[in-house]
């Protein structure tokens, strides 16, 4: 058996061991056993499910948005300042009163997001809703979607994985503790008979 081979041997006997009878094993190794096992299993299985189930749901958001969403012309009603308080806002966009036609036919007012500096009678291309509301923006491309998707996928497993493994670090340190608490009142027992100590 080359070195490697007796290496990973050796590394999963001793993950392996606490599962198997030994006079040596004590509760402590058992239940740490048990809390490495569940954190595996919610760390692997747990963040995977979480990580389709949200890419998919915004997949189907993405999808749903550009279904729904359509362009449409729309003339301003007012100026869109300009100057340092368009500087302020997003990206240089204000927000202004404008007009557009509805799909049903009907005239609408509101306000939208428009680059700064427009005047009043300027014609701007909006996304409006299939109920003639205008939308927060354009609709998430394909590839975007599929990115940003990937993306809310990837936090949703962090998000699910994270905790696991925090929370399985924190027992195993108790687990430890317990550990370190049985074995110095065990020594305490037995370190008299053992002789003098050297400390």
């Avoid at 240089?92 to 427009?118: E, M």
């Amino acid at each position: 058996m080359t070195k490697a081979g007796k290496a990973r041997r050796e590394r999963r006997g001793d993950v392996l061991w606490r599962w198997r009878r030994n006079p040596l094993r004590r509760r402590e190794d058992v239940l740490e056993a048990w809390v490495v096992l569940a954190v595996w299993l919610v760390a692997v299985i747990g963040s995977a499910a979480a990580a389709v189930v949200t890419a998919r749901a915004a997949g189907a958001e993405f999808a749903h948005q550009r279904a729904d969403r359509h362009p449409v012309g729309a003339v301003l009603l007012a100026d869109a300042p300009g100057g340092t308080s368009a500087a302020r806002s997003s990206g240089g966009r204000v927000r202004v009163p404008l007009r557009w036609t509805a799909p049903d036919g009907s005239s609408r007012t509101g306000r939208a997001p428009v680059d700064s500096g427009l005047r009043a009678g300027a014609r701007v291309v909006v996304w409006q809703d299939g109920q003639g509301r205008i939308a927060a923006g354009r609709p998430t491309g394909g590839a975007d979607g599929v990115v940003q998707a990937g993306l809310f996928g990837a936090a949703a497993a962090l998000a699910v994985a994270a905790p696991a493994c925090l929370a399985g670090a924190a027992a195993r340190a108790h687990l430890d503790r317990r550990r370190l608490t049985r074995w110095d009142r065990e020594w305490e027992r037995v370190g008299p008979y053992w002789g003098h100590r050297t400390s």
